[in-house]
């Protein structure tokens, strides 16, 4: 591997969450808090490529699908160090479920050249979903491993890894090109430096449409869409609490009441 | 507005009321002279359309492409594992048998692996008229590639109008990769599973955006809808060991299955209960203090017969490991019993646990937003109560 590697990360820009109020009248995000953020699960993923960058040699790509604005997005990932920064927009690519994503996806990872490795964050903070990655795997005939908690090494056109699964952790070998999604345990990721950012202002953002897609547009956003949201709504609060103040041994004993009205003891 | 948007506001319908604009999760909506103005961000939620009182905001629907008469039976993977099968399985049965039963379709179950021939009498117990076995050494472990191989060839074949499959990990790398063979919809991690009678679609519910907004999700014109399914959310079926079903034996063609990545070693996890599967999470945060009060929080664990759980901010500290992480970036858990102690309750941290069916919280704020979701707050130093508690249940269960 004297090229090193070709690494494409796939981002999403999301509403920033972590500060985010809900308003208690209309059970909805406060507007006026919410900010676009990098998806916090795909810093990890950026992170990730950086490191095997820095190990192996070779350039981290970096993709996202969205509206113009997204655009913040890819200059956050070239301020931490990654090389060349793709975002697919497209008014046609509005409105797409996991199936149009990561067929659109798919045809814009054509475009950036040949790749060793797709890394992509466990799953979004506002989809919530974590399903374009294996179904971008598939548009691109390649395997895929969700949940990687650690790349041991990458080595004769292999990369070994573990993954986490509900009952355990599995040691993986795959070959390139593979697409990983990774989970938040497989590193810390860096800041960005003053430095960096200064240079992402700058940086060349190159911008794919349907038209340099190909691809028939019955397939991209909606129109390719195979599920429909039909409608949104808040929860119901769960349960509405009892609030209980006192001595440590009124807290116990109605704690211990709780307990026993539930059967756990 | 662009003609060729999928969202239209029609001018003429609109009384410029403003009340889609606070109704955007996303604040896409910009008011003009009253007149919403939606951003290029718009996600095509619903919630606007929900909002509009005078029907004023439209989203095209998609063309149908499918034979959709074709398509019958609900299918549903019962995932194997390690000699069992994963008790979600049932779970899906049982909102499966409804499903079938609503629609009047056959109800089916696939099963792969080795040795798992013998699981197929259950699951007719639990109520799957046709039960599809692929029992074949080659196919013992699971891996993407060749069940994601097995699951289209069979869809293709039996053509279930629904899909389901639980939403574990496995369910969740192998469901996406299968709906893409499939090129149809797959609507992730759902809370709730109806039949609509007049369009007999299946009417899927889940969380989004860590459970603050719920939606409901159809696949009009694809097929099979397919659905991940959390697990721990619906009753499991009831085990009728007198029903009769078909059991067929599959050939797993292995010369054609591919088979790409190479399972090397597997490392059961350490805890007896996971804290996807515990029906009692016993959960620490940072009003812990330090690392050291996990030992407290494993100790009201052990009393309880609970897995350990905890908050964000201390598996960011290094405190407790990854795989202890309740909340959106971490596991979601349904247990009986959620104890919350030390923890503020972040919407994040809401998102993991908020579905528990008793959650009780110790923190000594009386304003943590934790008290706004459990059953049962305590507001005291958990450092005075736990210890306590633990004692009382202790006695208690020497009593007993």
């Known amino acids: 591997m004297s090229k090193g590697l070709s690494i494409i990360v796939c981002i999403k820009q999301v509403p920033e969450t972590t500060e985010v109020e809900i308003d208690p009248e209309t059970g909805r995000l406060r507007r006026e808090e919410v900010a676009a953020v990098v998806n916090p699960l795909d810093e990890y993923a950026i992170e990730e490529g950086l490191r095997l960058k820095e190990r192996h040699g070779g350039v981290v790509k970096v993709l996202t699908m969205g509206p113009p604005m997204a655009e913040a997005a890819l200059r956050d990932a070239a301020a931490l160090g990654c090389d060349e920064l793709w975002l697919a927009t497209d008014r046609v690519f509005a409105g797409a479920d996991t199936l149009a994503t990561s067929y659109t996806l798919a045809l814009c990872i054509g475009e950036m050249g040949p790749y060793d490795l797709v890394i992509c964050g466990m799953k979004t903070t506002d989809g919530d979903t974590g399903q374009v990655g294996p179904e971008l795997a598939e548009h691109l005939g390649i395997p895929h491993i969700c949940y990687v908690n650690k790349v041991l090494d990458v080595s004769d056109g292999a990369i070994r890894l573990t993954r986490m699964l509900d009952d355990g952790v599995e040691t993986l070998l795959a070959p390139l090109p593979v697409l990983i999604t990774v989970t ?28 340099d897609l ?9 129109d390719g869409s195979a599920t429909r949201v039909i409608k949104v709504f808040t929860p119901a609060p769960p349960g509405g609490g009892e609030v209980v103040e006192g001595s ?3 807290l116990v004993e109605r704690i211990l009441e709780k307990l026993i009205e539930c059967k756990v003891i | 507005m662009d003609e060729d948007r999928p969202i239209q ?7 410029r009321c403003g009340l889609c604009a606070p109704a955007c999760p996303f604040a896409c909506i910009t008011l003009v002279d009253g007149f919403p103005v939606i951003s290029e961000d718009c996600s095509l939620c619903h919630a606007c359309v929900e909002a509009c009182p005078e029907g004023a905001i439209a989203i095209r ?5 499918v034979d959709l008469s074709e398509y019958r039976g609900v299918l549903v993977f019962a995932e194997h594992r390690e000699g069992r099968v994963h008790p979600v399985a049932y779970e899906l049965l049982g909102k499966g048998r409804e499903l079938a039963d609503e629609l009047k379709e056959p109800l089916y179950a696939v099963i792969v692996g080795s040795g798992v021939g013998r699981w197929a009498e259950e699951l007719v117990a639990r109520g799957a008229d046709r039960v599809f076995v692929y029992d074949n050494p080659a196919v013992a472990t699971f891996r993407d590639d060749p069940y994601a191989a097995l699951l289209e060839d069979l869809a293709r074949e039996v053509k279930p109008s629904i899909f389901l499959i639980g939403a574990t990990a496995i369910g969740r790398s192998l469901g996406p990769r299968v709906a893409a063979r499939l090129e149809t919809g797959l609507t992730a991690d759902c809370t709730g599973l109806e039949v609509d009678p007049e369009t007999r679609l299946l009417v899927q519910t889940r969380p989004a955006f860590g459970g603050n907004i719920m939606a409901t999700i159809i696949c009009p014109d694809r097929r099979p809808q397919m659905s991940t399914v959390r697990y721990k959310v619906m009753p499991e079926a009831e085990r009728d060991p007198t029903r009769r079903g078909e059991i067929v034996e599959r050939p797993a063609d292995l010369e054609r299955l591919p088979d790409r990545v190479k399972v090397l070693d597997f490392q059961p996890a350490e805890d007896e209960v996971s804290i996807v599967d515990a029906d009692i999470v016993v959960s620490g945060g940072k009003g812990l203090g330090d690392p050291d009060g996990f030992k407290l929080i494993a100790e009201l664990a052990r009393a309880l017969g609970g897995a350990v759980g905890a908050s964000r901010p201390t598996v960011d500290e290094g405190w407790i490991e990854y795989r202890h992480q309740v909340g959106l970036s971490g596991r979601t858990v349904r247990p009986k019993l959620y104890m919350a102690c030390g923890i503020s309750g972040s919407v994040q941290h809401q998102a993991g646990m908020r579905t528990s069916d008793v959650i009780i ?11 706004g979701i459990a059953s049962l707050g305590a507001v005291g130093d958990l450092y005075e109560v736990i210890p306590r508690l633990i004692e009382k249940i202790k006695e208690r269960r020497k009593v007993g």
């Open chain 1, 184 to 211: 938040k345990e497989i590193n810390q990721p860096r800041l960005a430096t003053l430095r960096g950012r200064l240079s992402a202002r700058k940086a060349d953002i190159r911008q794919l449409t349907s038209d």
């Open chain 2, 361 to 371: 919280a110790i923190n000594s704020d009386r304003e943590a937003p934790i008290f």
């Open chain 2, 61 to 65: 629907e998609a063309l149908g492409e």
């Open chain 1, 248 to 250: 440590s041994d009124e």
């Open chain 1, 214 to 222: 190909g691809g028939s547009p019955g397939e991209f956003g909606l």
């Open chain 2, 9 to 15: 506001v029609s001018k003429e319908a609109c009384i």
